[in-house]
């Protein structure tokens, strides 16, 4: 079983930054890729950034160019640094891990609690 720990989330004027973070542990035996989905009020949740394990990244075409996902695998983390923040980035922020366990054939998907941010205007 994977555990995700998030933190970074806040409220920020329109233009500030914040820096979300979100450490995995438990059994895991390797990483597939890590990342960050977020859902505002009324709508569907939507992929924000993924980094794989070999340092591949994507992003939704709305964050390109502000937020930018690093990863540290020596100690299981995943970074958000989100630039230029808009109103419609406000949303609860999940971080997401798709991981090999210690037992097991397949991959296994786990899901943070979610963070909230909040950008003013």
């Known amino acids: 079983q994977v555990h995700l720990v998030e933190s970074g989330g806040g409220l920020v004027e329109a233009g500030g930054s914040l820096r979300l973070s979100c450490a995995a542990s438990?059994?895991?035996?390797?990483?597939?890729?890590m990342g960050w989905y977020r859902q505002a009020p009324g709508k569907q949740r939507e992929l924000v950034a993924i980094?794989?394990?070999?340092?591949?990244?994507d992003y939704a075409d709305s964050v390109k160019g502000r937020f930018t996902i690093s990863g540290d695998n020596a100690k299981n983390t995943v970074f958000l640094q989100m630039n230029s923040l808009k109103p419609e980035d406000t949303a609860v922020y999940s971080c997401?891990?798709?991981?090999?366990?210690?037992?097991?054939?397949?991959?296994?998907?786990?899901w943070g609690q979610g963070t909230q941010v909040t950008v003013s205007s």
């Open positions: 980094i794989t394990s070999g340092g591949s990244t």
């Open positions: 997401y891990c798709n991981a090999y366990l210690t037992s097991g054939f397949y991959p296994s998907t786990s």
């Open positions: 438990g059994s895991i035996s390797s990483i597939n890729k």
